[in-house]
Nanobody, 123 residues
Framework: QVQLVESGGGLVQAGGSLRLSCVASGRTFSLWQMGWFRQAPGKEREFVAGIKRSGASTYSTESVKGRFSISRDNAKSTVYLQMNSLKPEDTAVYYC????????????????WGQGTQVTVSS
């Protein structure tokens, strides 16, 4: 059974920072490709940042490059999303997800999702 639990969301002013955490259950977390996704009201869910199983390779969507960074601590079965220089357009529910194997970052290919954490950036 795979369970993902996000935390760390909240209300922040533009230019501020937040760090999201996602704790996973499962003995083979170190083998999972992990991603952060977000969904704003009225919009489709989109990829934000991802990290390969080893942690050596990370990816992010263009709109967050230079501001967001993803990391993982396999010993703690946790993946993080550090968000700096937040903008009002970053407001969304943020989800972590895994597809267990490796592959694309398309949301439809991710099997397991957390419940989401709300991030609201005020102008």
């Amino acid at each position: 059974q795979v369970q993902l639990v996000e935390s760390g969301g909240g209300l922040v002013q533009a230019g501020g920072s937040l760090r999201l955490s996602c704790v996973a259950s499962g003995r083979t977390f170190s083998l999972w490709q992990m991603g952060w996704f977000r969904q704003a009201p009225g919009k489709e869910r989109e990829f934000v940042a991802g990290i390969k199983r080893s942690g050596a390779s990370t990816y992010s969507t263009e709109s967050v490059k230079g501001r967001f960074s993803i990391s993982r601590d396999n010993a703690k079965s946790t993946v993080y999303l550090q968000m700096n220089s937040l903008k009002p357009e970053d407001t969304a529910v943020y989800y972590c997800a895994t597809r267990l194997d490796g592959g694309s970052w398309a949301p439809k290919e991710y099997y397991y999702w957390g419940q989401g954490t709300q991030v609201t950036v005020s102008s």
